[in-house]
């Protein structure tokens, strides 16, 4: 009798196992497939990392590298330091004019030229303009410190743990000229990983939404000396349309880079046809030179995404059939109506459900406002993971008041504790 409840209590044990595994929805990022030297698909909106390959791998990383300019500018602009309006002076550090346009994408300017912080920026994401980047990482860096320095300080702020960085164009410093870094060897390359890039692409769509249409410009223009207009085509979109794409992805920008050390780089903003957007980096898809794999793999590694991951959509404003109100034992509001504050997806696998679960917050003082954070929506994921620049709302939904209450009487406060 004694090993039968035995093995009864082992069976009962192994039940309660496998009912808590069952429990959780497996999240955990797919391992790409491609044949790409590294790789990240993240979503946009809450940085859950949703597939990667050598994800957290240091690399060579390019003209990917002049993300990190234009996201000291987008800070900038911002607070309020500068503004688009702003001329920058072309210094004989970012003088490029006597380099091979070819070897060395550069503008039709030279040192003492002035252009717009908003033509430099348009320029450096759309042509990867080297002489762009220079002039204004040189302009955004603060006095006292040098721009190889400046850009470990704005990696730091993204918290880009060991990446290193050299110059804001992405050349090898032999190749930075004016701008190379010293007491650093000739090959020296800024380095870090696809999640790294993905921060900060991550953060440059918040920044600026309009990215998405500079990317995506087949023209971009700037004005020389007296007031002559230099309009020139891009090249990102020209194979686009030749693209294999049964799904129907969007392509939205971003960013390319490409140099022997890199291979064919491209970091992505791809929506899917239900509006998902995902942000995306790939390393090494093909030859530096190859102006088609880096933008197919691309593609090919969110359709992975899409074929073994499925997303769930809360919509900001929506009532959940499962959490319609929150209760406010201290309000006059007892039982405050709810809806989801802001629109958030959460990724799982295919074969998993989610088990979503409402946590009602502690409300402080006298009075709940509309639009007041009251609730929380949580779930069991099991090996999620998201950026390091993800906060806990982007893991989670919240939930808001949609109305206005103040705090109840003494006497209906002390009922409603002693029912509780």
């Known amino acids: 009798m004694r090993h039968i409840k035995i093995i009864g209590a082992i069976v009962a044990m192994l039940f309660l196992m496998t009912t808590a595994v069952s429990a959780n929805a497996i999240a955990k990022p797919l391992e790409i497939k491609q044949d790409v030297s590294s790789a990240i698909v993240i979503d946009a909106s809450t940085g859950q990392i949703l597939a990667v390959k050598n994800a957290d791998k240091l690399g060579p990383i390019a003209s990917q590298s002049k993300l990190l300019t234009?996201?000291?500018?987008?800070?900038?602009?911002?607070?309020?330091?500068?503004?688009?309006?702003?001329?920058?002076?072309?210094?004989?550090?970012?003088?490029?004019?006597?380099q091979d346009s070819?070897?060395?994408?550069?503008?039709?300017?030279k040192a003492g030229d002035r252009l717009t912080v908003r033509e430099l920026y348009n320029t450096m994401i759309t042509l990867s303009a080297n002489d762009a980047a220079f002039a204004l990482a040189e302009y955004m860096t603060p006095k006292n410190m040098t721009t190889a320095k400046a850009l470990q300080l704005w990696a730091k702020e993204l918290k880009l743990t060991q990446s290193t960085w050299y110059n804001s164009a992405g050349q090898i410093n032999q190749d930075a000229f004016e701008n190379k870094v010293k007491n650093a060897p000739d090959n020296a390359v800024n380095l870090a990983s696809p999640k790294h890039v993905a921060i900060i692409a991550r953060e440059i769509v918040q920044l600026d939404p309009n990215i998405r249409e500079l990317a995506t410009n087949t023209h971009v223009s700037y004005h020389l000396r007296n007031n002559y207009i230099v309009n020139e085509p891009t090249e990102m979109t020209k194979n686009w349309p030749y693209l294999i794409n049964p799904n129907h992805l969007t392509i939205e920008g971003l960013k390319t880079g490409s140099t022997?050390?890199?291979g064919a780089a491209f970091t992505g903003i791809i929506k899917d046809s239900s509006g998902h957007e995902f942000i995306t980096v790939v390393n090494g898809a093909a030859?530096?030179?190859?102006?088609?794999?880096?933008?197919q793999k691309t593609l090919n590694i969110v359709n992975e995404v899409l074929e073994?991951?499925?997303?769930?959509?809360?919509?900001?404003?929506?009532?959940?059939?499962?959490?319609?109100?929150?209760?406010?034992?201290r309000m006059k509001l007892y039982h405050?109506?709810?809806?989801?504050?802001?629109?958030?997806?959460?990724?799982?696998?295919?074969?998993?459900?989610?088990?979503?679960?409402?946590?009602?917050?502690?409300?402080?003082?006298?009075?709940?406002q509309k639009g007041q954070k009251i609730g929380d929506i949580k779930f069991n994921l099991s090996g999620a993971q998201y950026l390091p620049t993800s906060d806990d709302s982007d893991k989670s939904v919240q939930l808001v008041a949609t109305q206005k209450t103040r705090q109840a009487n003494f006497i209906v406060r002390a009922w409603r504790a002693m029912m509780r």
Do not use: C
């Open 260 to 262: 022997p050390e890199s």
């Open 336 to 368: 405050m109506p709810v809806v989801v504050a802001q629109t958030r997806t959460i990724w799982i696998n295919k074969s998993s459900d989610l088990s979503p679960k409402m946590t009602a917050l502690d409300v402080k003082g006298k009075l709940v």
């Open 70 to 98: 234009a996201y000291a500018v987008l800070k900038a602009i911002n607070s309020g330091k500068i503004k688009w309006s702003d001329k920058v002076t072309i210094s004989k550090k970012a003088d490029l004019s006597k």
């Open 102 to 109: 070819h070897l060395f994408s550069h503008l039709a300017v």
């Open 287 to 295: 030859s530096y030179m190859d102006e088609v794999q880096r933008y």
């Open 308 to 329: 073994a991951q499925k997303a769930t959509t809360f919509k900001k404003g929506h009532v959940l059939p499962y959490a319609k109100e929150v209760n406010l034992s």
